[in-house]
């Protein structure tokens, strides 16, 4: 079984004690430990995969605490650098009644902004494995040509590179800034996950079919569209398979599809996936694939905060048991 390399962002998350109120309005936070990519390699982690994040941290307490909580979920973290250059970055988060949520981001730069090509190793990289990135971290930096290193690096030893946008517009210059940046990384991507509101910003058409054509561009396999509570479509190639989602009661949406992805990514792992079988894998086992996706990212949903709601892959397997389908 090949393991995952998560390259990006790990964050503190400052989530409310009170619900459905503006940021501004918000009088008292507690402390989590979020960020895409690291939540990705928890949820692999958890669910009993090996798992490593690549990315930068601060000296300070907060880089300590984030180190210690990946430790205790099974990530690698030799991979992670320390920097006194900048702190450990920061989001606070304010959440609406139904549990979806703003953000605003404390770093200019952050430290994982920090890591340089220079930074990682080739041989970090082996067949087998699985690179995941988002497009947090790909603003001009030196992360961005790490980023294209470690792409680098996993594709020559024959690993499949997945690829989740992830658009958070208020960290970027302007929105074309970043629509350029995810058509330009879209290509290298084996895998592509997005949200169905991500979608027609970055496809520019409310065309869902013309939207999800559109992605199919370079290396890409497969484009998985999540739907929140009404599940996810899977599309490879020229085929189309959708999944319902689950009825929980939302609590936090935060890491959700970062738990959905990781999900995804490692029943893949578990099926020594590679970019020549991964289509044949895909068509096989999409239901199922998506059934235990979806599982992961509706518990992940029930719960406050991102890693601390990711489920093991014990809760995942009894919520699957115990559950049906929308």
Request: charged share 20%; glycine share 8%; aromatic share 8%.
């Amino acid at each position: 079984m090949g393991s995952l390399l998560s390259i990006g962002e790990i964050l503190i998350d400052f989530i409310p004690q009170q619900k459905g109120m503006a940021l501004k309005e918000v009088v008292s936070f507690e402390r989590v430990p979020g960020g895409a990519p690291a939540n990705v390699a928890v949820t692999v982690a958890r669910l009993g995969g090996n798992a490593s994040l690549i990315t930068k941290l601060g000296v300070d307490a907060f880089g300590d605490f984030l180190l210690e909580r990946l430790t205790e979920s099974g990530v690698g973290t030799d991979k992670i650098f320390r920097t006194k250059e900048a702190n450990t970055g920061l989001a606070f988060v304010s959440l609406r009644e139904d549990g979806e949520r703003d953000l605003s981001f404390y770093r200019n730069p952050s430290a994982d902004l920090l890591l340089a090509a220079s930074d990682i190793v080739a041989e970090w990289f082996s067949q087998g494995d699985i690179l995941h990135f988002g497009s947090v971290d790909l603003v001009e930096s030196p992360m961005k040509q790490a980023h294209r290193k470690a792409i680098q690096s996993a594709r020559v030893h024959g690993g499949i590179i997945s690829f989740d946008p992830n658009v958070r517009l208020p960290l970027w210059e302007n929105p074309q800034e970043c629509r350029n940046t995810i058509l330009e990384f879209l290509p290298m991507a084996h895998i592509v996950k997005i949200s169905d509101d991500e979608l027609e910003f970055i496809a520019e058409t409310a065309d869902e079919q013309k939207a999800i054509a559109s992605l199919f561009t370079g290396d890409v396999k497969a484009v998985v569209c999540t739907k929140g509570a009404n599940g996810a479509d899977l599309f490879v190639q020229n085929s189309k398979y959708s999944s319902a989602g689950y009825r929980v009661k939302v609590e936090d949406t935060t890491g959700a599809g970062d738990a959905f992805m990781g999900a995804f990514l490692y029943q893949l792992l578990d099926r020594n996936a590679n970019p020549d079988n991964v289509e044949e894998i895909l068509n096989g086992h999409a239901e199922e694939l998506l059934a235990f996706a979806n599982a992961s990212g509706a518990l992940t949903a029930a719960g406050k905060g991102a890693m601390s709601s990711i489920p093991s892959k014990e809760q995942l397997l009894k919520f699957l048991s115990s559950n049906s389908l929308q």
